[in-house]
Structures are given as C-alpha cells and as structure tokens.
C-alpha cells in the first residue's frame, strides 16, 4: 500500500509516514497521481538524448492523462538526473527505489543502464530499458528486467538481410572497439556465417585513430559487394570522407547505427554521406497506427526540431508502463512484473510484447528499420512497413 | 600496374602526406626545445586551439579554413609569445625541471576552456573540397592531405630563411647554442625566447588549421598529437629540424605501411616500437648528437 502513496520519504521518516498513510491511503487513492520513475541524462555528454527522451516523456504522460490516466488517477513522472555517469545513475536508481515507484523506466548509454538494471533487479524493482542496445542487458537478463527496443544484433540483421536479399557474396567489417560496436560486429560475423556470405576483410581501429586511409586500400583492393561499418558520431564523418577519396567502391555502404544515423552525418559529410545505408530504431515514415501523429507531437514538444527515435522509445517506454499499473491495479512491484510480462500493446513506436528468444530474456523482438541518404536526405528503404523506397547501389 | 603494386604506392604517398603533417607539429615542439629546453606539453592542445580557431571562423563568417590561416597563425604567434612571456619567463632558473608541470597546466587548461566554449561533441566542417582528389599516375590523391603537405613545406621553408637568412634568426641560433654567450654579445635571450615559443605555438596551430578539413575537433583531440609529436622529434633528436622532418615522415610512412600490411589493431603500436628500437640503439635520436652541457 505503501507503493501507492504519492509522497517520497525516506528511511528515517518512514515508520511516521506508514503511519500516516494508513489514515491518508483512502483519499490519496481518489486524488492522487500514480508515479513512474524514470532516469535520463538530463546534463552530461549525453543530454542531448535526454531532452530526446524528455520530449518522449512528455507527450506520452500529456497523452495518458488526456484520456483519463490511469483507473482516473493521474499519471506522473518522477525523472532523476543520471549526469551521464554510471554512479550518479545509480544513486538515482536508489532514490527511485526509496521513493516506492511500481517501475523504473532507463536510459540511452548501454554502460550506465547496464549497472542500474541489475542493480533494480536486486532490489526486485522492474527496469524497463527503452533506449540502450548492448546485447547484455537482457541477454542473459534477469525477470525483473524488461527492454522495449531492438538489441545490438538487430542493428547488424537488418543490414545482412539487405545483402542477402541483394545475392552479395562478399563484404568487408571496418568497425570501432566500443563495446556497442564490438556487440554489433559480433552479430555481424554470425549472420555472414548464416546467409553465406564471405567477410573479405575484418578491421577494427582505436577510438581517437584519423587515418583509416591504408585499411581502405586493402578494402578497395579487395572489391567487397558491401563495406559494413559501426562507429559513433565523429569517425563516421571521417571514414565515408576517406573512403571516397581513397576511391573504395562497393556496391553498397553500410553503417550499423550509432554515428550514421544522427543528422550530423549527412550536415557535416555531405555528398561523401550520399547512398549510405543506415540501421535505425525508428522513422516517422513507419506505417504503426499513430506514427504521424507522435512525430507532429515530439516535434512540438522539442521546440520545433526533428525528434531522433530515442523520443520515441521513451514515448512508448512510458505507455507500456502506465499499461503494466493498469492492469496489475497497483505500482506493487511483483504485480507490476507480472503484467509487463504479458505486455501486447501497438504503440507508434512499434508493436510490444517481452519475450525469451535467442538467449534474451524479455525482450521485445522488433525489427530495425534500414534507410539510405539519397539526394541529402534519409529516406526508408526496408522492410515493407516502412513504406520503402528503392535502394541505390554505388555501382 | 596490379591492384597490389597500385595500392602499396597509394599507402606510401598517403603515409608520406601525413607524415609531413607530423613533421610540421614535430618541427613547432622541437624548435622550442632546441632554443628553450622546454619540452612543451601542451603543444597538442595549441593544435586543438588551431582546429577550433578555424572551425569557429568557419561556423560564424563562413570563412574557409586555409583563408583563416592569416588569422590563426598570427593569434597562434602571439598566444605563444605570451605564454612565454608571462608564464614561462617567470619560471626563471628553474624553467627547465619546472616547465614540464608548467606547460601540461596550460594544455589542461586550453582543453578544458575548448571544452567550456564549443562542448565535447566532435564538430566537423563541410567544404567542397573535403572529399576532393586527383589521380597521379593511378594513384589517388586527397586535395586537403595534399594542400597539409605543401603547407607543411611552404612552413619549414619558410623558418629556414628565417633562422639562416635574418638577423633575429642568428639570434635564435646564437640563444640555442649558449644563452649566456648569445647574452653576453648583447642577444636579448628573453625577447628571442618569447619569439620562438610564439612560432613554435604557430606551428601547432597552422597544423591544426590544416588538419580541420580532413579530420573533426573536438577539445581533447590534442592529447593523440602531443604523443607523435614527442615520438616524432625524438625519432630524428631532440631539438634538431631537419630530424624533426624526416622523424615525421618516417612515423607516417610506418604507421600506414604497418596498418596495410599488417594489422591497423595495432597501427600505434608500429610507430612506438620504431620509437623504442631507436632510444636503445641510438638515445640521441636518429639525427641528434650528444651534447655535453655546461
């Protein structure tokens, strides 16, 4: 009963709050407003994808609450600051957790969520991961620990599924050692293995590395049907650039997310980002009931700019939560889990339901979209529900 | 020519090209150390100040970055001379020991004001010629790798005639030779040396100015290029230019003839390992020799 109530405590004034609670409960259960806990990075290196996130946050809580919220409560967002770092993330888990929430919603970096997830996990608080993509948070994963957005495999699938729909026979992998990277190569190497396809040449460089020119010779030499790539935002600018001068040409280029998909690639890369072929979490032009609309919501909610799909993870990060305390009554936490689990919501993000496949453990098995920049703009181009237009091969 | 022969040229005249960008920020640090005994710590984090001189120029007035060389070279001269004047004359006796926490003080705190100013997101610019090449002899070439390594040239040639063909130049050389002695004949050494520290930074910034159309910046680029410029002057002894030129080609023909043919996974490894070979055959460096201090 405790969970329910809307006030955040803390340990030394808990036996006085249970106290009053008691007396309360009946009239903060008409009033009061269910809580959700979410964390973002609010400030930091990555609060450029927490204002994503808050956009995404808003307009689902504005949407709930429109129609009711929940059993006529109304819902509320209790968002804490990780500041981008893996202890502050933490103690805001805490704070979350001694706040009673039924949930805590997470964030962008794989390295932060990572250790706050398992951290809920052992306080039995269910985590609901939106946003981050390392393989290893939900494989192995744990029951209390939920993800509603693709893994880093999936970045990697889409790409090899266009290859092998387009009869390729050989690729060249020039990837970072991040660990998102390394998780995406990884998946990368399993599926060339699976479609038959031969990786010609297997390179990866050091974050902070300039000259990628003489692996691009050795690539070019080889003439790969496909150059696959996985880098963050900086590098990717840097190899697309190189690769055209070095004069490497195959018959597609292929980025796994991260750097290739921001707008920056194609602002900062310009024609050397033309015909690219990006993985990405999602699109407005995706055919899900109410798509157009949460793209008119975030942009509204941004201020005007484009929202990234990192908006729209959250947005659907807190539907799926106001769904689990519906259906479970209560932000009791074992009820909670319980209803996440038999989770069956369309939302404009996609579709969402948490399964065990594959060595994931609830996980949402949903498919990334690929696009391409054509004539300065990223355009979808698979699968069939994103309305796709037809691919551009270099040669 | 076979696609192989084709590309080992391709990554020789590549190497060579960023080896010559190497040489140019070598030539800034072993300049100062020659005349000073400074070894200059921060000299990566004046090639950053460089990069977003350029990028700022760039964002604002839509001014090409090799046009902002006239701006960038002269502030970069003019930050140098102050250091010097107001940071590291001030050290006095103990300017060689100390200047070492001195100089990595000051590249903390460029980093960081570059980190306060334009934030930590690597920022790049598009140019029409970013992406632009011309084929000699089937080998192709960068425009901007190709217009770093004239400017490397244009930036030594250019110091040649100042330290052997002007007053103030034999001055400098007369000050690296024996301070005292350069004092003694009516040098103003303090004067000479705010001059040389102040085209030392120039260097670093025009290479950094350089670099901009063919790389990103970001406030801690620096770090990566202090590195090489250490390796680079020590490779051909420290304190000596022309060591200093051939040190930097060789570490950029190394680390691209290595990242072709072996592994790039361990692409500074190569560099590092020549670096060590030749502190233990010959510690003065390939071009240096041992000189007795008084």
């Known amino acids: ?395 | 020519m076979d696609p192989n022969t084709l590309a080992l040229f391709q990554t020789l005249a590549q190497g060579l090209l960023t080896g010559g960008i190497y040489a140019l920020i070598g030539t800034g640090l072993s300049l100062i150390f020659g005349v000073m005994r400074v070894i200059n710590f921060a000299h990566g984090d004046f090639l950053a100040v460089g990069m977003f001189i350029a990028l700022f120029l760039f964002q604002r007035f839509h001014l090409d970055p090799y046009l902002s060389l006239l701006i960038a070279a002269p502030l970069g001269f003019g930050l140098g001379y102050l250091v010097q004047r107001f940071l590291l004359a001030r050290l006095g006796d103990r300017l060689e020991s100390s200047s070492l926490l001195a100089t990595l003080g000051l590249g903390l705190i460029l980093s960081n004001g570059l980190l306060l100013g334009f934030g930590a997101q690597p920022q790049s610019i598009n140019v029409a010629y970013a992406t632009q090449t011309f084929k000699l002899g089937g080998v192709q070439i960068s425009l901007p790798l190709l217009v770093a390594g004239l400017g490397t040239l244009l930036a030594i040639g250019l110091l040649n005639l100042f330290l052997y063909r002007t007053e103030l130049g034999r001055a400098v050389r007369a000050t690296a030779q024996n301070p005292l002695g350069a004092e003694l004949q009516g040098v103003n050494t303090t004067w000479v040396q705010a001059v040389v520290f102040g085209l030392g930074v120039a260097f670093a910034v025009v290479a950094g100015v350089l670099l901009l159309p063919l790389l990103y910046a970001f406030p801690t680029v620096g770090e990566n290029y202090t590195l090489k410029a250490f390796v680079v002057t020590v490779l051909g002894g420290l304190g000596n230019l022309p060591g200093a030129i051939v040190g930097g080609l060789i570490l950029g023909i190394i680390e691209s003839l290595g990242a072709y043919y072996l592994s790039n996974n361990y692409r500074d490894a190569y560099g590092l390992v020549v670096f060590l070979a030749v502190l233990l055959l010959r510690p003065e460096g390939l071009f240096g020799r041992t000189v007795k201090r008084v």
């Open chain 1, 1 to 395: 009963m405790k969970n329910t109530f809307p006030v955040r405590f803390r340990l030394p004034q808990a036996l006085c709050t249970l106290a009053l609670s008691s007396l309360l409960l009946g009239a903060a259960q008409a009033q009061g407003t269910v809580k959700i806990g979410a964390i973002t990075s609010l400030t930091g290196r990555f609060a450029e994808f927490g204002k994503q996130q808050m956009a995404g946050f808003k307009v689902a809580v504005d949407e709930i609450n429109r129609k009711g919220g929940i059993n006529g409560q109304k819902v509320e967002l209790q968002v804490e600051d990780n500041a981008s770092d893996v202890n502050k993330g933490l103690a805001a888990a805490e704070k979350l957790v001694n706040a009673g929430v039924g949930l805590v919603i997470c964030e962008y970096s794989s390295s932060l969520v990572k250790a706050q997830a398992q951290y809920l996990a052992r306080q039995k608080v269910p985590a609901l991961v939106t946003t981050s993509s390392g393989d290893d948070i939900t494989n192995p994963g744990s029951d209390y620990i939920f993800r509603l957005n693709q893994p880093a495999t999936e970045y990697a699938r889409v790409l090899f599924n266009i290859f092998r729909d387009n009869k390729f026979k050989t690729v060249a992998m020039f990837t970072g050692t991040g660990a998102f990277e390394k998780s995406v190569a990884d998946a990368a190497r399993g599926f060339a293995k699976q479609y038959g396809i031969t990786i010609v040449e297997d390179q990866s460089y050091d974050k902070g590395l300039t000259d990628f020119r003489p692996v691009l010779n050795r690539i070019k030499a080889k003439n790969p049907d496909a150059l696959f790539m996985v880098s963050y935002a900086e590098d990717s600018v840097a190899l697309m650039r190189q690769a055209r001068e070095v004069g490497v040409k195959p018959k597609l280029f292929a980025g796994g997310a991260a750097g290739f998909a921001l707008p920056d690639f194609i602002k900062d890369g310009g024609s050397a980002s033309e015909n690219v072929l990006v993985a990405t979490a999602w699109i407005k032009e995706l055919r899900y009931p109410g798509t157009q609309k949460l793209n008119v919501d975030l942009i509204k909610a941004l201020g005007g700019s484009d929202p990234s799909y990192h908006a729209a993870q959250a947005y659907a990060g807190v539907l799926v939560a106001a769904d689990a305390i519906r259906r479970a009554g209560s932000s009791d936490r074992e009820k909670v889990k319980a209803a996440l689990n038999t989770t069956n919501l369309q939302t404009a993000f996609g579709p969402i339901v948490f399964k065990d496949f594959e060595g994931f453990k609830n996980q949402n098995p949903i498919a990334m979209v690929a696009e391409q920049v054509q004539s300065g703009k990223f355009v979808p181009v698979y699968p069939k529900t994103a309305s796709p237009l037809k691919i551009k091969f270099e040669r």
